[in-house]
């Protein structure tokens, strides 16, 4: 179903020096300003007012920079746990679901809510825009991104390492409109990046941004607004496992908005993050109380990204210390980075299949393990109000009895490619 869309009015904020602006189309930086920074979306409309559900993701358009609705979009729905809450001795416990589960309401097809950020971006883009989209994945961005893309004719090149092509699979092949390039096999995301990097500076080719791009990150933020509109209330406890930390980022600004709004409570709902053990870059950060990273060797890194199972979850450069990024959240919200390994993210799976009668993917299963734990040890007491934000599920659901697609790359590119070489043979594809 569509409809049609008027645009949202917002102005522009740096997070450093609290200058305002107005978005001339694609900022991610403030315009003049040295401090990295993330800029961020002041809304005209304080109170935020739910559309009907048939508008999927734009449902939440009030608090979405975006400039028009595209067709096939899915809002993330939550309820009120019973079995999981029941098996952990938890009495508040309401599960935040973004992937595909018809029978409670959702229907994302590509089953990560990457989709909600994939929406809220490709929606921030002017009709007109005719340039390339670029996006670097570890997997289930590149498959929202290149869904929605193609769904809406926006032209995309993705980035995305050899080890993680599994995770593009579609239901139909997709419009040509979307294009695919690699790094070879035994790079990471840390190297797609690099790449798209490269690729950005072409002319008519524009960087998607990440965590920079504020539609990314209030697109994301639906999940807080699914959950607090829906308990009525802002969750004490917030648990996601996190890569980037976007995620959580944006979980942050969008409760700072909904106590604005003044209808659910002026609580900061603690970030109870967690990483895939033996890679958690931001645990090790976090824990030294350091705004900066630590420095890890890439061999090192490599190395750990390859144990971990959950692959979307090993971002190597996050936006931690920026100025409004995930250090500053916490430090704000309160909170902690929690740690759980491939076997326990894995019973915890099985545990939500039993329990709630949906697949999860390893991402999410992860922070279900955080949340298994912080049940058992009393981290999180029985009558807490605690919000599990599932950011990927119901694939093997979607999956089943359906012949899937693969995109495959155009062109691979070694780790540390020639520039030259990559400008040249990208040009060409479009």
Not at 1 to 29: C, R, V
Not at 327 to 343: E, F, S
Not at 370 to 379: C, D, H, Q, S, V
Request: include cysteine; proline fraction near 4%; hydrophobic fraction near 40%.
């Amino acid at each position: 179903m569509s409809h049609s869309s008027e645009k949202t009015p917002y102005i522009l904020q740096s997070l450093a020096t609290g200058n305002t602006f107005t978005d001339t189309g694609w900022l991610l930086d403030a315009p003049g300003e040295k401090i990295p920074t993330l800029i961020r979306a002041l809304y005209q409309t304080k109170q935020l007012q739910l559309k009907d559900p048939s508008f999927g993701i734009y449902r939440f358009a009030d608090w979405l920079p975006v400039n028009r609705y595209l067709v096939g979009s899915s809002a993330p729905i939550t309820y009120k746990s019973v079995g999981l809450a029941r098996k952990l001795g938890l009495n508040r416990l309401y599960i935040t679901f973004s992937g595909y589960w018809p029978e409670r309401g959702v229907e994302m097809k590509t089953c990560s809510f990457k989709e909600t950020e994939a929406y809220s971006v490709c929606g921030r883009l002017d009709g007109s825009n005719r340039e390339v989209l670029v996006v670097a994945s570890a997997g289930n961005t590149a498959r929202a991104f290149a869904q929605v893309c193609s769904d809406n004719q926006i032209p995309l090149l993705l980035s995305v390492p050899h080890d993680n092509l599994n995770a593009l699979w579609f239901e139909a092949p997709l419009n040509p409109c979307v294009k695919l390039i690699t790094c070879e096999a035994g790079s990471d995301y840390f190297d797609a990046i690099h790449l798209s990097n490269i690729v950005s500076k072409i002319g008519g080719f524009v960087p998607e941004g990440g965590a920079k791009n504020v539609a990314r990150r209030d697109g994301m933020g639906t999940t807080m607004l699914s959950a607090v509109t829906t308990i009525g209330e802002i969750p004490e406890y917030y648990f996601q496992a996190i890569g980037s930390g976007t995620g959580a980022i944006a979980a942050w600004e969008a409760n700072l908005r909904l106590i604005a709004d003044g209808r659910f409570g002026n609580r900061k709902a603690r970030l109870m993050v967690s990483q895939n053990f033996p890679f958690h870059p931001i645990y090790d950060a976090w824990n030294a109380d350091s705004r900066d990273m630590l420095h890890m060797e890439d061999i090192d890194a490599r190395k750990k990204v390859e144990i971990i199972e959950a692959k979307v979850l090993s971002n190597r450069k996050p936006p931690y210390g920026i100025v409004g990024g995930l250090y500053d959240a916490m430090k704000d919200a309160g909170g902690d980075v929690l740690l759980a390994n491939n076997q326990e993210s894995r019973d915890a799976a099985i545990l939500f299949k039993e329990t709630e009668g949906n697949d999860i993917h390893c991402a999410a299963a992860v922070a279900t393990a955080t949340l298994i734990e912080a049940a058992k040890t009393g981290l999180v007491k029985k009558d807490d109000l605690i919000m599990l934000n599932i950011t990927g599920g119901g694939e093997a659901k979607f999956k089943a009895g359906r012949e899937m697609f693969f995109l495959r790359p155009l062109l691979s590119f070694s780790v540390n490619p020639d520039e030259d070489l990559v400008v040249e043979k990208v040009k060409g594809l479009f």
